[in-house]
């Protein structure tokens, strides 16, 4: 009785060996299909090899169903192999010499590397359940975690829970936005591995990163396809919000009146500094762009930097220039020569852009401007 025992449990542990031999083999291959570094692939556990792999599939279907409108997308998407077929194959049947095919990905590689230079940021994909379908792999970059730690993962477990809300609104597809692509321009709070002298820390000790995501919804009318959200996501504050001569800086109390500004606003709006002070930037605004400067208000009391997106601001003299505001809240700003006053416990440091010349200039929008045209 007892021999019989042993031998059925001796039978049943080879069974699981077999099956486990088995399951290691089938993982493996499967590992081997993903567009992966050697290194990666041989670090990744079964989850992740399924989470990837989902991920690939998600992302074949979408670049299959916009095959016909967008023939650049193997330019922005690095791991076009996997969706030929596997990333160890050669080329379409052999029809390309294999150093044509070397140089054209080369090319397609350093293209790429170009794009995502310039944005300063990084692109992602996502579902609308939330799934990051697909991110360049320079997020590492801005968040200090790699490209294949996050993808098939949902952005609610790395997202602030305060912006939960609003990124499903911009999640959420309408039926006027099926027809017309509606575009997205959000602010949001996400955690992020990297400190501030740039090292990887642990996931548990992660701080918020702020990123203006922008983009477009995709809406795919094919029930095996994937509706998805196209976005670059920028950090912020971003580094090349640099002075010159059609940028003006200036401070701002928390609600937005002016505490400080510099000397270039005369030459590019026609006001003095120092008939700034004390009043608020709402009173330079165009009254049809008030919502994008409320936005960006509430971004910056809440999540404490922003990107106003392009706005109209009133010209002295009539008419108005499109501007974009870069905004921080900041602790505090001691006085200086400079900036001479009484230090304030919070204010907000923002930097225009002027973006265009002086639009309408025979327009009078405003009291301002009415006084100053029967004044000259």
């Known amino acids: 009785m007892t021999a019989d025992k042993e031998k059925r449990r001796a039978i049943s542990r080879e069974a699981a060996r077999r099956r486990r031999r088995v399951e290691s083999d089938v993982f493996g291959d499967l590992s081997g299909l993903l567009p992966l570094q050697p290194s990666v692939r041989a670090h990744l556990d079964k989850p992740s090899v399924i989470r990837l792999t ?189 002075l010159s001569r059609y940028t003006f800086t200036s401070q701002h109390s928390m609600d937005m009146r002016f505490t400080y500004c510099d000397q270039r606003v005369s030459s590019l709006l026609g006001y003095r500094p120092e008939e700034l002070l004390g009043r608020s930037i709402y009173d330079l605004c165009h009254t049809l762009d008030t919502n994008c400067l409320n936005k960006n208000h509430l971004n910056l009391c ?30 505090s700003v001691r006085a200086s020569r400079s900036r001479p006053g009484i230090p304030q416990p919070l204010c907000i440091l923002s930097v225009t852009y002027v973006l265009s010349g002086v639009e309408q200039p025979s327009l009078q929008l405003s009291l301002d401007q009415i006084l100053h045209r029967c004044l000259t």
């Open 302 to 331: 809440l999540k404490s930097q922003s990107v106003s997106g392009q706005y109209r601001m009133l010209v002295k003299g009539g008419g108005y220039v499109w501007v974009e505001s870069h905004s921080a809240v900041i602790p």
């Open 54 to 242: 989902l991920s690939y599939i998600r992302m074949h279907t979408l670049l299959k169903e916009n095959a016909g409108t967008n023939a650049g997308t193997r330019h922005v998407i690095k791991y076009q192999p996997l969706l030929k077929g596997g990333g160890e194959q050669s080329g379409c049947g052999g029809a390309r010499d294999k150093e044509e095919k070397e140089m054209e990905e080369f090319d397609a590689s350093r293209e790429t590397s170009m794009y995502l230079g310039i944005l300063e940021g990084f692109v992602m994909v996502l579902s609308t359940e939330g799934d990051m379908i697909f991110l360049s792999d320079n997020v590492s970059k801005y968040m200090g975690l790699s490209q294949t730690e996050l993808m098939g993962h949902n952005i609610f477990e790395y997202t602030h829970p305060c912006d939960h809300e609003e990124i499903r609104n911009n999640l959420r597809l309408t039926a006027e936005e099926v027809w017309y692509g509606e575009k997205r321009d959000f602010v949001m709070r996400i955690k992020s591995a990297l400190t501030h002298r740039g090292r990887t820390a642990n996931l548990k000790s992660a701080t918020w990163k702020v990123l203006h995501c922008q983009g477009r919804a995709k809406v795919c009318m094919d029930p095996s396809a994937v509706s998805c959200l196209l976005l670059t996501c920028r950090p912020l504050p971003l580094s090349h919000t640099l």
